[in-house]
């Protein structure tokens, strides 16, 4: 069974910073291989992709998040990583970690870890 273990939320004022980790408990090849990504689903939302990072080190984002956030991969520890800094208050949601290979039906999801950012 594939587990996904997401840490690092909590409550920080608006402006500020976190960093989310996800550690996945697969092979350091199949990890290495996925595609990494973080989503958050806010109340009353879509679960929408935040960031996704590939096995070749590429990078995507959502524009409301480019040039705030950063995605990063560890494939010696199998983590991914996201920086999240001049956090608003829009950011608020339940952030996700998610795994899927190209080609592949495969995916997994881990079980969310909340960012609440005040005003």
């Known amino acids: 069974q594939v587990q996904l273990v997401e840490s690092g939320g909590g409550l920080v004022q608006a402006g500020g910073s976190l960093r989310l980790s996800c550690t996945v408990s697969?092979?350091?090849?199949?990890?290495?291989?996925?595609?990494m990504g973080w989503y958050r689903q806010a109340p009353g939302l879509q679960r929408e992709l935040v960031a996704a990072i590939y096995s070749a080190g590429s990078t995507t984002y959502t524009d409301s998040v480019k040039g705030r956030f950063t995605i990063s991969r560890d494939n010696a520890k199998n983590t991914v990583y996201l920086q999240m800094n001049s956090l608003a208050p829009e950011d608020t949601a339940v952030y996700y970690c998610h795994v899927r290979w190209s080609g592949s039906l495969n995916e997994f999801w881990g079980q969310g870890t909340q960012v609440t950012v005040s005003s």
């Open positions: 697969i092979s350091r090849s199949l990890f290495s291989s996925g595609v």
